[in-house]
T-cell receptor, first 112, second 111 residues
């Protein structure tokens, strides 16, 4: 089975802290994505990557950065967390050989 | 940014009833996907539709892609409590799988 694993399910961070959200996939997928999901707003794309060391901005990249040093790992970084970044963050991956996008279970981040 | 309108936002029905969820856009999709998400979990893919006019069935779920590839519907026959969840449509407008999601339909099926 394809597995997309997000390292932290629940985090509580203070305003101004640097936050790392890690995502690992085991299917050798080229494409990886970070979304955030908020009530009434649905899923919104933050960043995506179609190859190692490559990254592209999504619809809401402000306040975030990403890192893709290895094919299987895509990290989302909040340089200085703010309360409006409290949300559920979803990582996803997709391989060019198929048309199925697989999601991780999500990381609930609360910034206080 | 492309927009996907999904309706209704909430649906509360009794077991055994039928329902339809709609997903519309003013732009053409290269493909459209339907997901189901349970509380505390990530979305799980139900189906992908690619061809205009395409109809796909998954047990009691019927998915239809509009002829012009700008809209889609999900019909559930004889809903069961196990169908409860958030249903999301997602369109790929670019062909590069950067999906744009609708806001979702929260379905509650009561016994």
């Amino acid at each position: 089975d394809v597995k997309v694993t997000q390292s932290s399910r629940y985090l509580v961070k203070r305003t101004g802290e640097k936050v790392f959200l890690e995502c690992v996939q085991d299917m050798d997928h080229e494409n990886m994505f970070w979304y955030r999901q908020d009530p009434g707003l649905g899923l919104r794309l933050i960043y995506f990557s179609y190859d190692v060391k490559m990254k592209e901005k999504g619809d809401i990249p402000e306040g975030y950065s990403v890192s893709r040093e290895k094919k299987e790992r895509f990290s989302l970084i909040l340089e200085s967390a703010s309360t409006n970044q409290t949300s559920m963050y979803l990582c996803a991956s997709y391989g060019t050989a198929g048309n199925t996008i697989y999601f991780g279970e999500g990381s609930w981040l609360t910034v206080v | 940014t492309q927009l996907l309108e999904q309706s209704p936002q909430f649906l509360s029905i009794q077991e055994g009833e039928n329902l339809t969820v709609y997903c519309n856009s003013s732009s053409v999709f290269s493909s459209l996907q339907w997901y189901r998400q349970e509380p505390g979990e990530g979305p799980v893919l139900l189906v992908t539709v690619v061809t205009g006019g395409e109809v796909k069935k998954l047990k009691r779920l019927t998915f239809q892609f509009g002829d012009a590839r700008k809209d889609s519907s999900l019909h559930i026959t004889a809903a069961q409590p196990g169908d409860t969840g958030l249903y999301l449509c997602a369109g790929d407008f670019s062909g590069y799988s950067t999906l744009t999601f609708g806001k979702g339909t929260m379905l509650l099926v009561s016994p």
